[in-house]
């Protein structure tokens, strides 16, 4: 069975609405994700000189960076590559979110180095550098005070708390100081950490969360089907963008309209 049409989906929600679309398996989610890279590169790239991304660490992406890694032809040259969030290990630490990117990704795929973002963990504390990153994302996007970033996409994750990128429950979603990256100190989530804010990640045009496996179908139900406002995850929800909730069958299935078939899309779940 064919998928739905990677175009057909970026054009059809209006702004603001959200889909789920779920596959069979993690291959499947991966070629999607491929092909909505192709189109909204191609679109893009018609309007503006640059695409600009935020990749997620964490094991879902790996399949689709591999994947990614495959399309030589893409307009890599044309690419900014930043990180969502970041762990607060070296980069050539097993757990390093762009190590992982780099060993997946960036290593095999022609683009400039001039173009890759990392969050630096050289220094002194997760303060610091979200402070750097801050100022890089300010002198890419060429932002005024007060302006946020509009990534092109950014690709999220889901944790089996309700995370996403590395806002943790209990953790403010809001920021009225209008930061655009925060340092995060661990508190029994292993490492400290340098996450974009919400805002940021809510300004982006569009907004990709890849749910993977059995052990994920529990917090997407509680997502999607419950509307659980503690969960930092549900506060995804893009100003003026679209969100694709990219799912297998096995995170997917405990869904109240679980009977997806192949590339089936849930139409506007929402927060009521
Ligand atoms: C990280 C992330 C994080 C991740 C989720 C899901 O640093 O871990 O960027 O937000 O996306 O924890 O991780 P898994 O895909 O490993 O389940």
New binding site residues.
């Given amino acids: 069975m064919t998928g739905p049409s990677a175009r057909a989906i970026l054009a059809g929600p209006k702004a603001n609405e959200r889909q789920i679309i779920v596959f069979e398996t993690e291959g499947r989610c991966a070629d999607f994700v491929v092909s909505l890279w192709r189109e909204i590169c191609k679109e893009t790239l018609e309007a503006r000189p640059f695409v600009n991304v935020a990749l997620?660490?964490?094991?879902?992406?790996v399949g689709v960076y591999r994947a990614l890694a495959k399309q030589k032809d893409l307009p890599w040259g044309k690419v900014h590559i930043f990180m969502?969030?970041?762990?607060f290990v070296p980069h050539d630490d097993e757990d390093s979110?762009f190590g992982m990117a780099l060993k997946a990704l960036l290593d095999h795929v022609p683009i400039p180095a001039v173009n890759i973002h990392p969050i630096e963990t050289k220094l002194k504390g997760p303060d610091r550098a979200a402070q750097d990153y801050e100022k890089k994302l300010s002198q890419h996007f060429n932002l005024k005070k007060g302006e946020l970033p509009r990534f092109d996409i950014v690709m999220?994750?889901?944790?089996?708390d309700g995370?996403?990128?590395?806002?943790f429950p209990g953790s403010p979603v809001a920021d009225d100081a209008g930061n655009r990256v925060w340092p995060v100190f661990a508190k029994g989530h292993g490492y400290d950490?340098v996450t974009l804010t919400m805002p940021v990640i809510n300004n982006a045009r569009h907004i990709f969360i890849?749910v993977?496996?059995h052990?994920?179908a529990a917090i997407l139900r509680k997502i999607v089907d419950d509307r659980d406002r503690a969960l930092p995850a549900s506060h995804v929800r893009p100003t003026h963008g679209q969100l694709l909730v990219i799912a297998d069958r096995d995170a997917a299935g405990s869904l109240a309209h679980g009977s997806y078939s192949e590339g089936q899309t849930k139409m506007g779940y929402s927060h009521g």
Avoid: F, M, Q
């Fill in positions: 997620s660490g964490g094991r879902s992406p969502v969030d970041e762990r979110n999220l994750g889901l944790g089996e995370h996403t990128a590395s806002i950490r890849l993977l496996g052990n994920k």
